[in-house]
């Protein structure tokens, strides 16, 4: 099994960034794949970004590419999303998740973080 904790998350103006931080334990990290998901007050749980377990293949939903960027460091068993850019509409709850498929669909993914908020003030 893997452990998952976010970090980085806050308060920014729109315009500004933020980069979050998932550290996870465990030393088949390397063998996961991994996402990053979010969920704003009222609605479901959405795909923002994924990786694979080499960092050799990226997905990205819409509305964030271009914006933001997933990357993880194998060495430091650490998944990292660079947001920039950023809108009120990407005010969420940002969880980072672990899987064998980094695939679009929550339910692909067996290992999740706690959330950390992220609130963009317009």
């Known amino acids: 099994q893997v452990q998952l904790v976010e970090s980085g998350g806050g308060l920014v103006q729109a315009g500004g960034s933020l980069r979050l931080s998932c550290a996870a334990s465990?030393?088949?990290?390397?063998?996961?794949?991994l996402g990053w998901f979010r969920q704003a007050p009222g609605k479901e749980r959405q795909f923002v970004a994924s990786?694979?377990?080499?960092?050799?293949?990226?997905y990205y939903v819409d509305s964030v590419e271009g914006r933001f960027t997933i990357s993880r460091d194998n060495t430091k068993n650490t998944l990292y999303l660079q947001m920039n850019s950023l809108k009120p509409e990407d005010t969420a709850v940002y969880y980072c998740?672990?899987?064998?498929?980094?695939?679009?669909?929550?339910?692909?993914?067996?290992?999740w973080g706690q959330g950390t908020q992220v609130t963009v003030s317009s």
């Open positions: 465990g030393r088949t990290f390397s063998a996961y794949a």
């Open positions: 990786i694979s377990s080499s960092g050799g293949s990226t």
């Open positions: 998740a672990a899987g064998y498929d980094h695939t679009v669909v929550p339910s692909a993914y067996a290992y």
